[in-house]
């Protein structure tokens, strides 16, 4: 062959390869996942190649990405027949890091003390190939470039150096074998010749590439005759990533299962497209029924997160808010770094416009339904309603949306339940509070002395029975310029005098004043360690006593609810 020529890394890169060989990703098991996607991405240029450029010899009848195990070699090699790479292009791409910025945020990783400090540095760029070196000792590339005459391999143990030599006789396309390091189960490296791993990884990570991902497999059935033959192990449907006319129910049906394994319908499906200077796919399902855990502490947000179709992670909390935890699904997006990680999600400010933005469509699905189909809704509503109220406490952008989802018990039906909307717009002549009353149970405020007033007067009064209804009510404080008043807080006067009787009905109030003075005084001694005031109502009409809460005063569910949390 002709001649081995070494070359230097790059001074950045050398310090890369060495941050990335030791230590940084407890998570090994991702170097298949980079260059599954590396492939991945040269099929794709190979196929826009020969689409654009006419005189491009290629063949693309069969693009695939290719597993190779030698278990004697101790090698698993990761091939594609995509567009391949010249030598100056392998030069430039493999060999230094070209990405500006790197050199500076280096410096900041060498400088950061904890590990968890410079894995998150680190996810600002992507280690992509270099994580080969996580498991392997020595990696051999060969590569061709389509359209390109001669092939050349590149040959790495990761430290200082590699070698290039030009060979003759190279496929189109580039295989990556890796020279596996021994299996070692403290260090994160598990056995990658093993078939089952490389299953379980291309599984969890590259089900959705778009290219089949092949790999020999050798089976040996009872009579110990062994069959030969070639498995494709990635499903490649990723539903999300095609236009929503050409997927049918069944197939929505069959995604919402795999991911969630709930077998149920859901009962909403969301699929949206971005494009723009951030593009992303989202497809969201809101589930039939709450799962048993959904008020545990532990319960997490089930949505996914990938990037151009390669899995990055479960429970993405940056993607969705804590009150939609129950929402379930996937988001692609398009322009992240594979080693994107979770805090530098967070601080994202355009992955919190998408975050803005699905939260937008996943309530505008609820209220869809509120509107089209009313037992629907209530069904939802009575599975979903008690979480997403506390996005009336959590999410102050979001307020107005969820108001006009809530649906609450009231006075005006006893069965039934009402909105917010229907019960202002029952409103009487010259009532300008929306008015409320939270306890234990609907007998329970049914039940309560301080509804008999509001009861005479024909006042209807929502009955709220959540735990959550004692925050937000006093959060969110109106719906629709009408004030939310408990009628258990306050001074809550029916008996407004109207003009001209004004006079009169003063008299009459300080003349009934002065009569139970004695009795409000003495009363209001024997009961000092109980409360703060007894004074004369106007509220009752059988009841002959009722306690009220000062204005600003905790109710008392949300007393109980605090003293549970031990505050
Ligand atoms: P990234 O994929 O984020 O660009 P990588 O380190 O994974 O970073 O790869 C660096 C570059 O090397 C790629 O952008 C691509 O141009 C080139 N490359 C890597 N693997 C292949 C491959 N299998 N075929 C063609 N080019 C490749
Ligand atoms: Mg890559």
Known sequence: GSSVETLEFQAETRQLLRLVIHSIYSNKDIFLRELISNASDALDKLRLE?????????????????????????TLTVRDNGIGMSRDELVDLIGTIAKSGTAGLLEKIKESKDAAAAQSLIGQFGVGFYSAFMVADRVTLRTRRAGGEAGTRW????EGTYELQAVDGLPVGTSVTLHLKPADSEDGLADYLAEWKIRQIVKQYSDFIRWPIRMATERTDAEGATTRETDTLNSMKALWARPRSEVTEAEYHEFYQQISHDWLEPAATVHMRAEGTFEYEA????????PFDLFSRETKRGVQLYVKRVFIMDDCEALMP???RFVKGVVDAHDLSLNVSREILQQDRQIRGV??????????????????????????WSQFGRVLKEGLIEDADSTDALLELVSAASTHDPEGTTTLRAYVERMKDGQD?????????????????????????????LILTDPVDEVWVEQVQAFDG???????????????PADGDDQDAGAEKARREQDFAALLQWLTAALSEQVKQVRLSSRLTTSAACIVGDAHDMTPTLEKMYRAMGQ
């Open 50 to 74: 020969s689409l654009t450029d006419s005189d491009l010899a290629a063949d693309t009848s069969d693009l695939h990405i290719a597993l190779e195990v030698d278990p004697d070699a101790r």
């Open 155 to 158: 040959e790495s143990d990761g």
């Open 283 to 290: 497809l969201l399902f809101i589930p039939a029924q709450a």
């Open 322 to 324: 804590n009150y939609l």
């Open 355 to 380: 975050r803005r933005r699905l939260v937008k469509k996943v309530l505008g699905a609820i209220k869809e339904m509120q509107t089209k189909d009313a037992e629907r809704y209530a069904t939802l």
């Open 433 to 461: 509070a929306i008015y409320y009353l939270t306890g234990e149970t609907r007998a329970m405020v049914e039940n309560s002395p301080h509804m008999e007033a509001f009861a005479a007067k024909g006042y209807e009064v």
């Open 482 to 496: 009408h004030r939310l008043q408990s009628i258990a807080k306050g001074q809550v006067d029916l008996d407004e």
